[in-house]
Every structure is written in C-alpha cells, then in structure tokens.
C-alpha cells in the first residue's frame, strides 16, 4: 500500500468515541494555548489581515504554538493540535462539531502516521516534524471536513508535498511556532485548491522524487498498520509550562518535600543537550533547566502557571540554593519519556522515584490535569467556558470563545 492510498483510506475511516473524547480535551488545551499565545510578539505580527481561511489557519496555527505548550506525540517527535486544529476550524464554516471532531481525530492520526513513516532520520536530519508531517495531517483533516473524492484527495496530498516545510533550526526562534502555522496553512490551501479542481502528482508523497524521499524519509510502511488503530491515543499533554524532556521528572516528583540534602536525576541522553542548562539566568532558560525546574517543584511553585517561569525567579535565593543540590545523569536504558530521581532526604534516608510519560492516563485522570493547566493559564471562569465550549454540540460557542 502506498502512502497515499494509506492516506485516502484514513478519510473514509469509521471513528470510535474514544479518540472523540480525547479530541474534545486536545481541542480545549489547544485554545488555552491559543488565548494565552496572544501576548506574544508572533501574535501582533500575524493577527492584523487574517480573515481568509488559510491565513486565519496560518495564524491561530503559529499562535497555539507560540508559548509550546501544546500536546505532544513522541512517536512522530511533533505535535499535532498545533496544526490540525486550526486548519480544521478554518474550513469548518457550516459544519457541526461531531464533524469538527472526526476531522481533528482523522487528520491528528494522519499526521502521526506520516511522522512514523518519515522516521527518525527525517527528523534528525533537521526536517521539524510538527511541521512535515503536520502538513499532510491538515490536509487529510481537510479532506474528511470537506468531503474530498478520493482522487481529490490524492491531489491535495500531493499538492501539500510540494508545499510543506519546516526546519529544526528555527528553534528558539519565532520561526519555530510559525512551523506550525505554515503546516496548517498548506493543508488548508491544497484542500481547497484540490477541491476546486487542481492537479498534482498522483504520487507526490512517496515517489521517488516526491517528499518522502527528497526529504531523508525512511518509507516506514509499518506505519499504516492498522492493528493499533488510534495512535493518537498516546498523544501526551503538557502539565507544566517548560520542555517536555523535564516533564517526567517533574512528574516524579510531586508530593517530595523541599528538604532534601541532594536530588540526583537520571534522563535519556537525549535530553542533556536540550534541557540541562544548569544555571539560568532568565525565565526562558528555566523553562530548560533541570536543576531550576525540580527546585521550582520541590518549593511549591506552580510549574503550571507560565508567569512563574520569570527572571525574578531564575534569581531567587531559595531557589538557586535548592537547584544547587541537584546533579543529572544520563542512562541510555531510560527511554525519552522516563525519568528516574534518587533523593536524599534531610534525615539522611533515601528515596527512589520514577515516572514514565507513556503509561496510560485515564480519561477522566487527564481531564482534570487538564482543567487544572487551563485554569492556571487563562483564569478559572475562562477555563471552565472553554471546557463547556469543547463538550457542547453547537461549534459557534468555541468559535466565540476564540475569535479575536
């Protein structure tokens, strides 16, 4: 099966209430980083002229993205909402939210298989995946909204190929959220061009000199095996407001008290190179700091709420003094969502915690995670809307909520 017929399949794809309901809770958390992304500077440059639906995916894309607090999936190294919510929103004009939600579920699976089968060398090699296989998520997500033929469909997978873009190296830049906003923009745009009559090639993701192999894919065909038939079922929430290579040790440690005599962490190589700066300075550089974020944790400070990652606390005594006990190690036998923490505690005993990421959540476990990180960011009453807004039929009630 080529993966352009993988693709057109997925459309016509029957959808369980599981996926739905974990899309109601992606769709909420997406908003919250909508609204709270609209403070950053990306937002101001973007926000004035988008009215067109592929401009306003563009934008909301880039804007979700901005704070990068968005869900994740770690088997395709992206993030899906990101992209696939608001290009499902931007051509979702008419269509009631059962809709809106089979498209999201559709096109997030979409994204995820197309990242699985680019495989790790496409990503290595600087491809942002969010972004890559974002792209052809948007489209797919598009074309079960709009109600593409197949053979339309088959265009506007291969005019996304010639389309999509996005590069690693923006990193730390606006040009990393703005990844997410063009990957959204280019599903939207094939979709409508494929429908209203456009060509491209019919094999434009995996021929030889389609996307696939022009851009270091591995051509993975494992990925449209359909024995786990929602890998979207493993997209992973952030609960605090930093990389999420810090996550599970922030996990881990909930409940330890701040009176330990020394905190040792042990991570995936990986993650030593991304976000292990052992002195920060500013509130950014937090947001990568081993040390910084378990003392943030072990004092009580809220690594939910984005207005704790400052320069004010970067230069707190307390603090600083509490990310000084802390040492972090690599072990290659942790996978990338795994952490494990040996604390010494004031009495001199000893406590080894761990956390996996990849364990299954409950659905009802994360939406309370969820609301919790909702509330911190954008206010209680505005949360609890937004909740009531992704669980309503009526669309328009989310919409509102959104609109600038």
Not at 169 to 189: D, I
Request: charged share 20%; net charge negative.
């Amino acid at each position: 099966m080529s993966a352009e017929d993988a693709l057109i399949g997925l459309t016509q794809a029957k959808v369980d209430d599981a996926p739905v309901a974990l899309m109601r809770l992606c769709l909420m958390d997406w908003a919250v980083c909508l609204i709270a992304g609209r403070d950053e500077p990306i937002a101001a440059i973007l926000a004035s002229g988008a009215s067109d639906p592929a401009s306003v995916a563009l934008t909301n894309g880039a804007i979700g993205h901005a704070l990068d607090y968005d869900d994740t999936h770690f088997d395709h190294i992206g993030h899906t909402s990101a992209v696939i919510c608001p290009a499902v929103l931007a051509l979702a004009d008419g269509a009631d939210m059962a809709a809106i939600l089979q498209a999201i579920v559709i096109g997030s699976e979409a994204a995820v298989r197309t990242g699985l089968w680019l495989g790790r060398d496409h990503y290595q090699l600087g491809f942002h995946q969010t972004a890559t296989a974002g792209a052809f998520g948007a489209c797919i997500a598009g074309a079960r909204l709009l109600g593409l033929t197949p053979g339309q469909t088959r265009h506007a997978i291969g005019l996304t190929a010639t389309a999509a873009s996005g590069l690693k190296g923006q990193f730390g830049t606006m040009g990393k959220p703005l990844n997410a906003g063009l990957a959204a923009r280019a599903g939207v745009e094939a979709v409508l061009w494929a429908k209203a009559g456009m060509t491209s090639a019919a094999m434009g993701l995996s021929a030889a000199q389609g996307f696939g192999p022009t851009h270091a894919g591995t051509a993975d065909e494992s990925a449209w095996d359909m024995a786990e038939p929602w890998k979207i079922m493993r997209i992973s929430h952030k609960f605090h407001a930093c990389c999420h290579g810090l996550h599970a040790m922030l996990e881990a440690l909930i409940g330890l008290p701040d009176s330990v005599q020394s905190l040792k962490v042990m991570t995936h190589p990986r993650w030593l190179s991304v976000c292990n700066i052992q002195s920060p300075t500013t509130g950014l550089e937090c947001k990568f700091s081993y040390p910084m974020t378990a003392a943030m944790a072990l004092a009580g400070v809220d690594t939910a709420r984005i207005a704790n990652f400052s320069d004010e606390n970067a230069a707190d005594p307390r603090l600083c003094a509490l990310a000084g006990k802390v040492t972090v190690e690599a072990d290659e036998k942790l996978s990338e969502m795994q952490a494990r923490v040996v604390a010494i505690l004031e009495d001199g005993s000893e406590a080894v915690l761990f956390h996996d990421l990849s364990l299954p959540m409950s659905l009802d476990d994360r939406a309370a995670r969820l609301t919790q990180k909702a509330r911190a960011v954008v206010g209680r009453a505005l949360a609890d809307d937004l909740w009531d807004a992704a669980h309503a039929d009526d669309p328009h009630r989310l919409k509102n909520l959104i609109s600038y």
